[in-house]
């Protein structure tokens, strides 16, 4: 009667040493280390992985952990997509595996015959997500940037994902020609005036798909990091009560849009999206813990992926 179970353990086992292989890039010692088995049993388990066809060049087989902890999240916070990716034993703030994760998800929206208009954000993980696409046709499709392209100093977002997935797919791209943060809401208020940009909001405003990444707002924010906020602007959102942050938009610990700070300069697409569109945040590591609970709270993302470690510490929040 015991068999399934130890079945299922010894397929997770050799998954987890196909992931760290073939996904991670560890060598086998590596991987006997991480498992605290031998050598010759990481070389086992490796082999088993690419007998059972549970990899190809992406990880097929669904490790039972991460399903279990998908569907806790998908019931607890009525979520319409949720994938939970393994988590590195050495390097718990990886984001190697959600993006990996977001691939298989944006690359199955792409091959579709149905058009769809997918949304974008910009981030780290978004960036890995694209650069881990194989060139597609997919002219069907439209892809829109949902939020500005353009850095504080004048230059291009170095995390603009949008861009390279138009390149890659041959879709028909809009990007947001606008800076991220203007230098005031009545110069915002101007600029979102003009009628291309009013036409690239209202498209982006009707995407069937949106890829999001979710930002802590601390010392470490990515828009501090990055230089779109400075310290005082960050500090003023912490004192607004801020949470967390997606595309730009900070939001409080019961994932409620704040009204003042850089929210007032803001050019993003209004969040959350309107409609029955599918808003999937991609975040993972301890940093995203308290943004991610704020925005599932609010409902400001319908699908989450992320990882082992920050699925746990979420349901444990």
């Given at each position: 009667?015991?068999?399934p179970?130890?079945?299922?353990?010894?397929?997770?086992?050799?998954a987890?040493?196909?992931?760290?292989?073939?996904?991670?890039?560890?060598?086998?010692?590596?991987?006997?280390?991480?498992?605290?088995?031998?050598?010759?049993?990481?070389?086992?388990?490796?082999?088993?992985?690419?007998?059972?066809?549970?990899?190809?060049?992406?990880?097929?087989?669904?490790?039972?952990?991460c399903?279990?902890?998908?569907?806790?999240?998908?019931?607890?916070?009525?979520?319409?997509?949720?994938?939970?990716?393994?988590?590195?034993?050495?390097?718990?703030?990886?984001?190697?595996?959600?993006?990996?994760?977001?691939?298989?998800?944006?690359?199955?929206?792409?091959?579709?015959?149905?058009?769809?208009?997918?949304?974008?954000?910009?981030?780290?993980a978004?960036?890995?997500?694209?650069?881990?696409?194989?060139?597609?046709?997919?002219?069907?499709?439209?892809?829109?940037?949902?939020?500005?392209?353009?850095?504080?100093?004048?230059?291009?977002s170095?995390?603009?994902?949008?861009?390279?997935?138009?390149?890659?797919?041959?879709?028909?791209?809009?990007?947001?020609?606008?800076?991220?943060?203007?230098?005031?809401?009545?110069?915002?208020?101007?600029?979102?005036?003009?009628?291309a940009?009013?036409?690239?909001?209202?498209?982006?405003?009707?995407?069937?798909?949106?890829?999001?990444?979710?930002?802590?707002l601390?010392?470490?924010?990515?828009?501090?990091?990055d230089?779109?906020?400075?310290?005082?602007?960050?500090?003023?959102?912490?004192?607004?009560?801020?949470?967390?942050?997606?595309?730009?938009?900070?939001?409080?610990?019961?994932?409620?849009?704040?009204?003042?700070?850089?929210?007032?300069?803001?050019?993003?697409?209004?969040?959350?999206?309107?409609?029955?569109?599918?808003?999937?945040?991609?975040?993972?590591?301890?940093s995203?813990?308290?943004?991610?609970?704020?925005?599932?709270?609010?409902?400001?993302?319908?699908?989450l992926?992320?990882?082992?470690?920050?699925?746990?510490?979420?349901?444990?929040?």
């Open positions: 009667m015991a068999k179970d130890n079945d299922t353990a010894r397929l997770d086992a050799a987890r040493a196909g992931w760290l292989y073939y996904v991670v890039g560890n060598t086998q010692d590596e991987i006997a280390h991480k498992l605290k088995v031998s050598r010759a049993t990481a070389q086992r388990l490796v082999s088993l992985c690419l007998s059972q066809r549970l990899i190809t060049f992406r990880l097929e087989h669904p490790i039972a952990a399903m279990d902890l998908a569907a806790q999240l998908q019931d607890r916070f009525a979520l319409r997509f949720c994938e939970v990716a393994p988590t590195d034993p050495s390097d718990v703030g990886s984001i190697i595996g959600i993006a990996e994760r977001a691939a298989v998800l944006l690359e199955t929206t792409l091959r579709s015959e149905t058009p769809s208009i997918i949304g974008l954000g910009t981030g780290r978004l960036h890995a997500t694209v650069d881990r696409l194989p060139a597609i046709q997919a002219p069907q499709h439209q892809l829109v940037s949902l939020v500005g392209n353009i850095s504080p100093d004048g230059s291009a170095p995390f603009d994902a949008s861009a390279k997935l138009a390149d890659l797919t041959g879709a028909q791209y809009y990007p947001m020609p606008l800076p991220a943060l203007l230098s005031s809401p009545k110069e915002r208020r101007n600029l979102l005036q003009i009628h940009v009013q036409r690239i909001r209202a498209i982006a405003e009707a995407t069937t798909l949106r890829l999001v990444g979710v930002g802590q601390d010392q470490t924010a990515p828009l501090h990091v230089r779109f906020l400075n310290r005082v602007e960050l500090l003023e959102l912490i004192r607004l009560g801020a949470a967390g942050e997606i595309i730009g938009w900070a939001f409080d610990h019961d994932g409620r849009v704040i009204e003042g700070g850089s929210n007032s300069r803001l050019t993003s697409v209004p969040h959350p999206a309107p409609g029955g569109g599918l808003t999937v945040g991609v975040a993972a590591g301890s995203k813990v308290t943004p991610v609970q704020a925005a599932l709270k609010g409902g400001l993302i319908t699908g992926i992320t990882d082992e470690s920050t699925a746990k510490a979420i349901l444990a929040g």
